[in-house]
């Protein structure tokens, strides 16, 4: 089973320093029916102005991922963690007991991220940051762990989820196996995927499915979120 969720249909909000696009409920827009996917909460498409960003603010008991797609992002917290990701790499931050946070845009250009957040599977942890610069090189027959909670993954979170990641050259298959269910956001180009065309910024469910068959029909940047459907062992 899939449902394809084109760019130009998710929820939208543009407040001048950040255009944001919401694949799922999140702030001032509400779809009772968008309410998230799985243990899979939230995915904001966040384009940040130079020189703007997200003031200090908290969280609790959220594993919240970012993968940034062009320029960088600044992240400082109030356990003293602070550190610059790039394009093409991935900070991730566990909130736990409570932690406070900014991420600021301080380059010369915009920055666009995908804002992931997914629900733990164990609360109140010790809040803990890390970021991590992967391989900038193109995929061959399978697409790169980034992030698990399995340990296999330069970086780890709290929940049985898989982040993965690829950079496909035009012509590129591969076949990439689901452990649970998984959304595919196309950051970069046009995918084919199991019939289905994904254009930048679309999003795909995947549910029901032990594997899924990708072409790309231009140079192609995907991720792939393997996320279990309900919270565990809380």
Do not use: C
Request: hydrophobic content about 40%.
């Amino acid at each position: 089973m899939m449902t394809h969720y084109p760019y130009e249909k998710l929820g939208h909000a543009n407040h001048g320093w950040l255009d944001a696009r919401h694949h799922f409920s999140f702030a001032s827009y509400h779809n009772q029916e968008r309410q998230q996917f799985g243990v899979l909460r939230v995915i904001n498409d966040d384009v940040i102005k130079a020189g703007a960003g997200f003031d200090t603010h908290p969280h609790r008991n959220m594993e919240i991922i970012t993968y940034v797609r062009e320029g960088a992002i600044t992240h400082r917290d109030s356990h003293g963690n602070v550190g610059r990701t790039a394009a093409g790499d991935v900070q991730v931050m566990s909130a736990g007991t409570g932690v406070y946070h900014s991420e600021l845009n301080l380059e010369s250009e915009d920055t666009n991220i995908f804002q992931i957040w997914i629900e733990p599977n164990q609360l109140e942890v010790k809040p803990q940051w890390d970021s991590f610069e992967f391989p900038k090189v193109p995929t061959a027959d399978a697409l790169m762990l980034l992030v698990s909670g399995d340990g296999d993954a330069p970086l780890s979170i709290h929940q049985d989820a898989f982040i993965y990641a690829g950079h496909l050259i035009e012509g590129t298959e591969l076949s990439h196996p689901i452990k649970h269910q998984a959304y595919v956001l196309v950051s970069e180009g046009l995918l084919e995927l199991e019939g289905h065309l994904l254009n930048k910024g679309d999003g795909l469910e995947v549910a029901e499915l032990s594997s899924i068959n990708m072409k790309a029909l231009q140079d192609t940047k995907v991720l792939v979120i393997d996320v279990p459907q309900i919270v565990r062992e809380i």
